[in-house]
């Protein structure tokens, strides 16, 4: 059984991965600093949880865009789990071509992200992934890692209007049946919502026009992916667990 860990700047997301298949996920919230000792405690629980014992897991993968922990994180596995975690870059194989100016820019979410999508469509691909940033990742029919659109978030976008005006307050992030309000919350909703889709739809179709793919598979994913997803045709599927089912591809590949 494979344990992959997504460290992002907003979660840590962990993943059971056995026969190719994610069996469970367990989310927290990223806060530095946390001891090795209080990551064992989610580990455990984790672990627990899905009637997984630490000697059951055979390697641990962990794609990390949050290197002030990584240090305690690594720690924990080692102490908990008898293994020593391997970190996801650019330069290890995953089955993909970067051609872009410095690889070594290249956040380890956008790797698996794309090592995934590569191996389960074999075909051209945009993956939107809604985190603290929105990047919308394209490859090609080839496996060339093209290039990279990268966003201010939903919910970023939402706290800078609110943070910065005195008299809006703080919404719910969902969107309202009009794009016209009637009060406060139902506008700012509106504003945040309709005008982040348009910037979806927007970005994909200047891709897809720039690449010349009109046809390519758009995939959506992380925290607001859902609820983005749910709203425009230009996005094909959700796939929560593509982190996940991305590190799974790149373990299979640098063990073999």
Do not use: W
């Amino acid at each position: 059984m494979l344990l992959t860990i997504d460290v992002g700047n907003t979660n840590i997301a962990m993943g059971l991965v056995k026969d190719d298949k994610v069996i469970g996920t367990y989310r927290l919230t990223t806060k530095t600093p946390r001891t090795s000792d209080e990551y064992g405690i989610y580990l455990n629980n984790f672990l627990q949880n899905n009637h997984c014992t630490p000697e059951e897991i055979e390697d641990v993968m962990i794609s990390s865009v949050v290197p002030n922990i990584n240090y305690s994180l690594s720690s924990c596995i080692i102490k908990y789990i008898s293994k020593t975690p391997v970190f996801v870059d650019a330069f290890m194989p995953c089955g993909l071509d970067f051609q872009v100016d410095n690889p070594a820019e290249i956040g380890a979410d956008l790797v698996v992200d794309m090592a995934a999508a590569y191996a389960l469509y074999g075909t051209s691909c945009i993956v939107i992934d809604f985190g603290t940033a929105t990047t919308y990742s394209y490859i090609t029919r080839e496996g060339v890692f093209a290039g990279v659109t990268i966003s201010p978030g939903v919910r970023a976008t939402a706290a800078a209007l609110t943070g910065n005006a005195a008299m809006l307050p703080e919404v719910e992030l969902r969107k309202p049946k009009k794009v016209l309000g009637k009060n406060t919350v139902a506008c700012i909703q509106a504003g945040v919502m309709y005008g982040y889709i348009g910037q979806v739809e927007y970005i994909v179709k200047a891709i897809k026009d720039e690449m010349n793919d009109p046809e390519c598979r758009v995939v959506a994913t992380g925290g607001m992916g859902r609820t983005i997803a749910a709203q425009t045709s230009c996005i094909d599927e959700y796939d929560p667990d593509i982190a996940y089912k991305g590190m799974n591809v790149i373990y299979h590949l640098n063990k073999a």
